[in-house]
């Protein structure tokens, strides 16, 4: 370690020349990753619903689809604009009221159950299919086009519209998120450290780390929006510790020494020691995320555990060089710290210990009571904002014509029309059905006969192996009401065709809810056993390992069982990623405090000494670090306007906090309480136990 340390101070220059260089690929990397902004790309392949999407995309050249809405607009003006749609690239179908019933029947003479579902309040819907898929590029574009194409009595709703309105918001927040985090942390810097220059370094530091994270992403192919968004500002919350380090070491090696390169050499050595075991800790927790069947998990996973990793490097590497480089003008801007030492708290919480545990036994109950009951949504649409076009579109589809969730049902070509209709009498007689629309049906309706029909329509609702039928229901996606609804209509149609698949969003959200069920529990199991394991190598025990994550998991359940008790319901990503990462990210605060009191002990102290020594010189740290944390999420939280991203960071922000409390309060009296099995169950500590 001291080899290494004593290469970077010798090298300090060209070092911190590579590093600006490497920014350049890093910029570039970052620039040509693609990302992803529809979390129903994140489904396993394997589900049926998603088979069902490929059979239309194939089939049906219909990889999606757009429900324009027109407006106080002359038949003439609906048939020039659909021209217009058609000319658009990507775009496979227009199909409006005009071209089922072509131009020469009044609209007065059609039966009112047709004008309801096509024509209300001088409002028609004209549906438009694309070639390529929701999220691809190529359909974002071409939906941008058409709003370019239609006047403002047009809005386009679909998943498509959602996907490029979130896209658009979440690109004009990402700067920003960064900036609110930059400054929140070195305002917190500033009152925790000595120089007004260090703090700058560490967070340019932490920015090239930032920057070197995403541009690498490249390798990966393309990250999600939800990534994009909160990985610089999580590395940069989760990493600070390590530059802290790395600047306090370099610090008290100074006063050791007069040859600053010798001081560095050893400080980076001792950080390079002091959190190996630490970072391995939280890359453990992130890569626990990859376990989860919804793939956003690995997206995230990967993505902030090698985040973590550069961190670690850039902190022994680039910071060294910076500070040593700039030494001079880090001297010159030295102050006085303004933050204190914490000893009223320190000597308050060994004071009152037994009373903190009593505290920790009465809220335990609430806190387990409050993380079981809190409630998560679905439906990603309710995380935008009202005002944006796609969601407008979504409301007036709902309120003029109840189109709230749409359904796409294959079923095999050759099945007669009496039966698919007595099929779809069945279906439509379920609660909360509204209307279903096959090829035969509108024949039938309109009393048109099916040979008479447009092409365009005979070709949407038929292919070569299947005939499709479009069911419309009023319930809500991703709701309990809908999923049972869902279920019931699949009895419905597996007793016609058990080869029939129900797709569309609504059986998709269904996926996503029972695979994200699975996932809050299965992911939270493999975090907890993999740091576990860790741990028990790192503190070489049995039961502090146990003891540290009781600590960090007892905040989560506060942290989590909060939105319980204010009526709040999170996002759902929020509940299966947040228990992962605030113990992965906040487990470092007890390790540092369990290592200092384990050494104590073994140099003889005894346990309140131990207690009072770990605490003493590690309650500083601890906040600071929390503090960086909380600054580094707490802005954005409040920021965003896309309630996914400000949900994960005010929760990110709120469990740092409580994590902080938790370790300075509870898990020092965990250590006193349970001291003597420690002792039994520690290596080099058995002895202390007789």
Not at 98 to 124: A, C, F, Q, R, S
Request: glycine share 4%; with cysteine; charged share 20%.
């Amino acid at each position: 370690m001291e080899k290494f340390g004593q290469f970077i101070c010798k090298h300090k220059v060209a070092i911190l020349i590579i590093s600006l260089l490497l920014l350049i690929p890093s910029i570039i990397g970052y620039k040509a990753t693609r990302v992803n902004y529809d979390i129903l790309v994140y489904l396993p392949d394997n589900i049926e619903t998603i088979e069902g999407e490929n059979i239309l995309a194939d089939d049906f050249d219909m990889g999606a689809f757009s429900v324009v809405i027109l407006e106080n607009m002359q038949s003439k003006d609906i048939i020039e604009l659909e021209k217009q749609f058609r000319e658009v690239g990507n775009v496979e179908k227009v199909v409006g009221l005009t071209d089922i019933i072509g131009t020469d029947v009044p609209l007065e003479m059609l039966p009112d159950e047709i004008k309801d579902k096509l024509y209300k309040d001088n409002t028609t819907p004209v549906l438009v299919t694309f070639k390529d898929g929701i999220s691809e590029d190529t359909t974002m574009e071409t939906v941008e086009k058409l709003r370019e194409i239609s006047n403002e009595n047009c809005k386009i709703s679909g998943m498509t519209a959602t996907v490029l309105d979130t896209r658009n918001l979440s690109d004009s927040e990402v700067i920003i998120y960064v900036m609110i985090a930059v400054a929140l942390c070195l305002i917190i810097l500033q009152l925790a450290l000595d120089s007004y220059l260090a703090p700058v370094l560490m967070l340019l530091n932490i920015g090239m780390a930032v920057l070197y994270n995403m541009g690498t992403n490249v390798f990966l192919g393309q990250t999600s929006y939800i990534t994009k968004a909160i990985s610089a500002v999580l590395q940069l919350g989760v990493t600070m510790d390590f530059a802290i380090f790395l600047y306090h070491s370099y610090k008290a090696e100074k006063e050791k020494v007069s040859n600053n390169n010798e001081a560095m050499a050893t400080a980076i050595a001792k950080t390079l020691v002091s959190v190996l075991g630490s970072s391995l800790t939280t890359i453990a927790g992130f890569l626990a995320l990859c376990s989860m069947n919804l793939t956003l998990g690995k997206d995230i996973g990967l993505v902030m555990a090698k985040g973590v990793l550069i961190g670690v490097i850039t902190a022994v590497t680039t910071l060294p060089a910076m500070l040593l480089v700039f030494d001079k003008w880090v001297e010159k801007t030295k102050h006085k710290e303004i933050l204190p030492r914490f000893e009223k708290v320190k000597n308050f919480n060994l004071k009152h210990y037994k009373a903190i545990l009593v505290a920790f036994i009465v809220i335990l109950p609430f806190a387990v009571y409050g993380y079981t009951h809190t409630e998560s949504y679905y439906n990603l649409s309710k995380s935008l904002p009202d005002n944006l076009n796609s969601i407008q579109a979504n409301n007036e589809l709902k309120d003029k014509f109840d189109m709230v969730s749409t359904e796409l049902l294959l079923v095999d070509k050759n099945m007669p029309d009496y039966k698919l209709n007595e099929m779809l009498d069945k279906i439509e007689s379920l609660d909360g059905i509204e209307w279903t629309l096959s090829y035969s049906k509108i024949s039938k309706e309109v009393n048109i006969p099916k040979e008479m029909l447009p092409e365009d329509i005979r070709s949407i609702f038929e292919s070569d192996k299947y005939q499709m039928v479009i069911i419309n229901s009023k319930y809500e996606i991703a709701t309990n009401e809908l999923n049972s609804q869902i279920e019931e209509a699949n009895k419905i149609i597996k007793e016609y065709d058990d080869t029939a698949i129900l797709a569309g969003e609504g059986p998709l959200m269904k996926d996503l809810v029972e695979i994200s069920d699975h996932d809050f529990n299965s992911v939270n199991t493999v975090s907890i056993a993999i740091i576990l394991v860790i741990m028990v190598f790192v503190l070489k025990s049995v039961s502090l390992p146990i003891i540290l994550i009781a600590a960090i998991e007892f905040a989560i359940f506060i942290n989590m069982g909060i939105p319980a008790y204010t009526g709040t319901v999170i996002p759902f990503i929020a509940s299966i990623v947040i228990g992962t990462i605030q113990l992965g990210a906040t487990i470092d605060y007890a390790i540092l405090i369990t290592t200092k009191y384990k050494t104590a002990r073994i140099e003889g102290k005894d346990k309140h000494q131990a207690i009072d020594e770990a605490l003493g010189t590690s309650i500083q740290s601890i906040i600071v670090s929390a503090l960086c944390f909380f600054g580094a999420t707490f802005g954005v939280g409040m920021y965003s306007k896309i309630e996914m991203i400000g949900s994960l960071c005010s929760l990110m922000a709120r469990g740092a906090i409580i994590s902080m409390v938790t370790v300075l309060t509870v898990l020092p009296a965990f250590l006193i309480v349970f001291d003597k099995i420690i002792c039994k169950t520690t290596a080099n500590m058995r002895r202390l136990s007789n």
